[in-house]
């Protein structure tokens, strides 16, 4: 049985995770940490992870960049292994993450989802043969209206899973309504939509000579994130100092 602390047990996908381990027989929340701590749970919620003392196996981590300092300190002191979901992060902050990686197991990857992660690597296999017979990549991405950055993480990392498949010589375009040009060969275009509750909505376009190749993904919930967190902390106990991602969850 792995031991789980979910710091930021009571936020979204907190509460998610929460749900998802009651039904799994391999893992257990024994602790949390929220500075909102009024919500009830069948396991201690601490305010601040300095004042937790119970025993685990390793950390999930859905909080905010601004708690994520004292997480590396925590988990570096207590020599313990940590999934690192918390988005925007400083460089400086990363800097530390790299750090941390030296001393404990640290699982951070762009997208959580499991069947993401399986995609990245579908389109690194799938650009090694169109890209080379002059197909072009697109991507176009569609979220909620409510987040605020875009084009979104996932999206960036699809594309460098392309372009890394080819050598790193594609370069990235946003926005062509500033230029009058044809498509360059080496571009990979990328337009963002956002609009309503959608959860989150990849695809990507192979467009060549009277053929389209697309895949595509789509999230109807949160809890395929949720599901893809708890599967890499089970994965993650025990291992050894060193940065890990999704595509070892899922032996790529």
Sequence with gaps: MIKIMMHGCNGKMGRM???IVKGDENAAIVAG????TAVPNEYPVFDSIDKCDVDVDVVIDFSNAGAVDSLLGYCVAKMLPMV?????????????VDEASKSIAILKSANMSLGVNLLLKLLKDAAKVLAPA???????????????????????????????AMGNEYHYVYDRSQVRQKREKKEIGISAVRGGTIVGEHEVIFA??????????TAYSRGVFAKGAVEAGKFLAG???GMYDMGDVIGL
């Design 17 to 19: 995770i929460t749900e």
């Design 33 to 36: 940490v929220d500075a909102y």
């Design 84 to 96: 690192l979901c918390t988005t925007g992060l400083s460089e400086d902050q990363l800097a530390m």
């Design 134 to 164: 002059g197909y072009d990549a697109e991507l176009v991405e569609r979220h909620h209206n409510q987040k605020v950055d875009a084009p979104s993480g996932t999206a960036l990392a699809l594309a460098d899973a392309v372009n890394e």
């Design 208 to 217: 060549g000579t009277d053929e389209v190749i697309e895949f595509k993904h």
């Design 239 to 241: 291992k050894a100092a």
